[in-house]
């Protein structure tokens, strides 16, 4: 059985350049015994549900995958220009959001007519059509279908990008990792869903070191592993 994970963000967040240290944590045989694949998403904007930026190419390549990993800038580095010229995690996590929310409205609102007239001389379809209305409705309130209490086995023929599985990986530097109050803060921001914090670019600059020179390499930046 093979999974494929989605891996989200806005631009200049990380995800692609630390891909290789993202599938080191997610290929663990702790948490994913099986065969894994990742697409790396093209950088979502503002208005990408309405063909903003990559928008069509961006919402066709997550359709495919099983899961989402939504990537989120905590570093500061003034080398790094922010999208929206501040780092808000908060902001982002709602950007990334809501365009795939909208995405979500858009694909419910074309699909009803059908189910509709389907559920007239159907009564399953009927049953399909009631869910599909509880979705639009839990949408609009500005929420994800995933953890929410729609059957979403009677949505999965429409393809809804927030009925997949989310998890959230932080890329903070090693001062924001090393901060307990920090980590739980952002933590709450995607609660229940589950949150990872990684300090990707040390952990890429690890990957080309041998153990020794790792180990001094943490040390310096007061971590021990």
Sequence with gaps: MSLSIGIV???????????????????????IPA???????????????EGAGLGNKFLANIRESDAICQVIRVFSDGDVVHVDG??????????????????????IEKAIPRI??????????????DEVKAAEKILAD???L??????LTLLKELGLLTAKPFLYVFNVDAAELADKDLRAKLSSLVAPAEAIFLDA???AELAELDDAEALELLKSIGLEE
């Design 86 to 107: 501040r780092v808000d995690p908060a902001s982002d996590i709602e950007t990334i959001n809501t365009e795939l929310q909208l995405a979500d409205l858009q694909t």
């Design 9 to 31: 963000g806005l631009p200049n967040v990380g995800k692609s350049t630390r891909l290789d240290v993202l599938a080191g944590i997610f290929g663990s045989e702790k948490i």
């Design 116 to 129: 509709e007239k389907e559920a007239r001389q159907n009564k399953e379809r009927a049953i399909v059509l």
């Design 201 to 203: 670019k040390t952990e």
């Design 146 to 151: 995933f953890g929410s209490k729609v059957d």
């Design 35 to 49: 065969a894994v694949s990742f697409v790396d998403i093209a950088g979502i904007v503002k208005g990408a549900s």
């Design 142 to 144: 500005g929420k994800l």
